[in-house]
Each structure stands twice: as C-alpha cells, then as structure tokens.
C-alpha cells in the first residue's frame, strides 16, 4: 500500500517562506507525476502545482513565481518551496502521487500566514 506523508508546515508571516516536502512509499511501481494541492476553509481543493518524472511543472497562476516545485526520484520525494507568502495562501496543503496502482494523497498540513 502506497502512504503518502507530508511535512513542514506551519505558522510564517507575511512575506516569509516555508518549503514542504511529502515522501512516497511503500510503491511497487514507479511514482509517476506528484503534485501539491491546497484547501482553504469554505473553498475547494485546488491545484497548487505538480511535477511529472522527467521534471516538468505546472503551477496555478496564484503561485507562479513564488513557489517552486521540486523531487527527487531516489526518494519519492517532492518539495515545495513557497516564498513571499501571502496571507490568502493560508490553506491545508495536500501532496498526491501518481503510480500504475492510481492517485494517491496524504493527510495534510498545515500553512498559516498571519498578515
């Protein structure tokens, strides 16, 4: 069974920076495209930006220029690297990632920028 963990989120003022990163394991298959979502309160999931295995991104308007998206292979693991944080960027922040077996998301966590 494929988990999915992610980690470092927090509490940052406005302008600051935090950078997550969610491990994939557990796969008998190759991890495929990874990606980062985000759901505010009273809003939908939405996309943030996803990372296919040969490295290349998409990034929702919102975040591009800000936030970067990064993996290591190795390791099944994808970073997110978020910058100049905005106040409305206040969200719980979702990993997934794909494999032969389907998509596949962890628990969450938390990011709180307080203006």
């Known amino acids: 069974q494929v988990q999915v963990v992610e980690s470092g989120g927090g509490l940052v003022q406005a302008g600051g920076s935090l950078r997550l990163s969610c491990a994939a394991s557990?796969?008998?298959?190759?991890?495929?495209?990874m990606g980062w979502y985000r759901q505010a309160p009273g809003k939908q999931r939405e996309l943030v930006a996803v990372?296919?295995?040969?490295?290349?991104?998409n990034y929702a308007d919102s975040v591009k220029g800000r936030f970067t998206i990064s993996r290591d292979n190795a390791k099944n693991t994808v970073y997110l690297q978020m910058n100049s944080l905005k106040p409305e960027d206040t969200a719980v922040y979702y990993c997934?990632?794909?494999?032969?077996?389907?998509?596949?998301w962890g628990q969450g966590t938390q990011v709180t920028v307080s203006s």
């Open positions: 557990g796969s008998r298959f190759n991890i495929n495209a």
């Open positions: 997934n990632a794909e494999s032969l077996l389907g998509l596949h």
């Open positions: 990372i296919t295995r040969s490295s290349s991104t």
